[in-house]
């Protein structure tokens, strides 16, 4: 046990780590006790911040963002603008051979590093909810619709009051508006997974 106490000890950090501390005056450089002159060594490269994952009240983990949220949603949205004209395909999941609703929320913010649940129900669950009125481009919108056998579709806020999604067999991936009294009297949850 000792021994292994002791190794640890003397384990000493990698030059990378040691180089950054030196940057940011943490630790001070000795000179060498030799006159000659020593060839320069190159700068270590910057690490990136690394921030720890939230948790989600689904308890999955949010990802780490090093963009600003509103940045990201952007980009969410001009994803999702993308593939308009993709055509409906059920249980597609790609850009090649069409999208169902939910595969088209899944693709689009895996391709920015958030992973969804595949299902429109597992969906109504994903983030936090937001009241109707609060919407921020990217977050998903769901609808409720059908009559005596209800069922539920999602689609990804653009911002301006419209949507986009990927209606049904022989439509095609397009934007909506909101305003229209379909639409917006169907809206069954908001959710958000961009904090």
Not at 89 to 102: A, K, T, W
Request: contains cysteine; charged residues 20%; aromatic residues 6%.
């Amino acid at each position: 046990m000792l021994l292994i106490l002791s190794a640890c000890s003397s384990h000493r950090p990698p030059v990378e780590q040691r180089s950054i501390g030196q940057r940011n005056n943490l630790e001070q450089p000795t000179a060498p006790p030799s006159t000659q002159a020593r060839p320069a060594q190159p700068a270590a490269k910057p690490v990136p911040a690394v921030e720890p994952k939230e948790i989600a009240p689904d308890g999955r983990a949010y990802p780490q963002v090093h963009q600003s949220a509103a940045t990201l949603r952007q980009s969410v949205v001009a994803k999702a603008r993308s593939v308009i004209g993709t055509p409906y395909r059920f249980g597609g999941m790609s850009p090649v051979s069409g999208f169902d609703c939910s595969g088209l929320v899944v693709w689009v913010y895996e391709t920015h590093g958030v992973d969804l649940p595949r299902t429109t129900w597992e969906q109504t669950r994903a983030g936090q909810a937001v009241p109707a009125d609060q919407m921020h481009p990217g977050d998903i919108v769901v609808f409720k619709l059908g009559g005596k056998q209800p069922y539920l579709h999602t689609g990804i806020y653009a911002g301006g009051n419209t949507f986009i999604h990927s209606p049904r067999s022989g439509g095609r991936v397009r934007e909506e508006s909101l305003s229209g009294a379909y639409w917006a009297g169907r809206i069954h949850a908001i959710r958000r997974v961009i904090k």
